[in-house]
C-alpha cells in the first residue's frame, strides 16, 4: 500500500512538473538524430519511421512539445554520435547504453534489447571458442559503432586492426565477397541488410556472441534533469498502456 501511495505521489509530481513546463512554454526546442536502422529508425517513401521513431513521436506528442517527424534528421552514425557529445540540445536514437557512455549522455528507455554477434560466411566453417580468436582474422566494423567499442574492450585489439565503414550494409557486402573474414553486429542488423544487398541471410552464420545491450534516447549531457523526467514518465506511461508493443506489432507484420 505505501508502495502505492508512494508510486501515486510520483505521478502526480511528474504531471504537475510537466504541465508547468508546458505552460510556461519552455519543452526544449531538441535537435533530433537518427540513422538508418531499420526496423527501429529508417526512411522509406520519404518519411523517417520505424519502432524507435513512432515511440519518439508519441513521447513528443504526450508532454506538449511543438516538434514532430519533421525535425528528426536522418544522418550517418559516426556524424551524429559526435555531434550528441559536443552540441547541446541534442537527441540521437536508438543509441546502445554501455558502460562506457553511461556519463557522457543522459537516457530515456530502455526501447528494446539486442544480442551481439560475430557473423561469418557458413561454408568458411569458422569456429571462434574465445574473443582472443578472433585476432587472426579481418575484422569489419562501422565507425563509431557501439559493437566496434565493445570489441576494442573485449579483446584488447585497435582501431586500426579493423577494416571500417561508414554503413553496415557495405560490411554485409565484403563478408558475402570474402574480403573480410567477420562482421559484428545484431542479428535484426544482418537480416536487414541482407535483404537490401540482394543476399540470402543464410549464407551467413553466428560464431560468438559478444554481448547483450539495451537501447535507449541518448540525450546530451546538460539536457536539464527535470526534461528527462518528463520524457522518462512520457516514456514509460505509454508502454504502460500497450503502445510500445503496438508500435512493435506494426513493424514485425511489415
Known sequence: MKFQKYQLIQIFFMIMLTLSYVSAGTIPQFRIMTEEWEPYNFKKDGIIQGISTDMLLLMLKKIGSTQGRKDIMLLPWARGYNMLQNKSGTILFTTTRTQERENMFKWV??????ELNL??????????????????????????????????????????????????ILNIKKLYAGRIDLVPQC???????????????????SVFTLDKKSNYYAFHKDTPDEIIKIFQSAFDELKHEGRLSEIFDKYQKN
Request: glycine share 6%; hydrophobic share 35%; proline share 3%.
Open 109 to 114: 528507455g530502455p526501447i528494446f534489447e539486442i
Open 119 to 168: 557473423y561469418a560466411l557458413k561454408k568458411r566453417h569458422i569456429k571462434i571458442n574465445s574473443i582472443d580468436d578472433i585476432k587472426k582474422y579481418r575484422i569489419g566494423t562501422q565507425r563509431e559503432d557501439v559493437v566496434e567499442s565493445l570489441l576494442i574492450k573485449k579483446s584488447g585489439m585497435k582501431v586500426t586492426d579493423f577494416e571500417r565503414v561508414a554503413a553496415s
Open 187 to 205: 542479428k535484426e542488423t544482418t537480416l536487414i541488410k541482407c535483404r537490401e544487398a540482394g543476399i540470402d541471410p543464410d549464407a551467413f552464420e
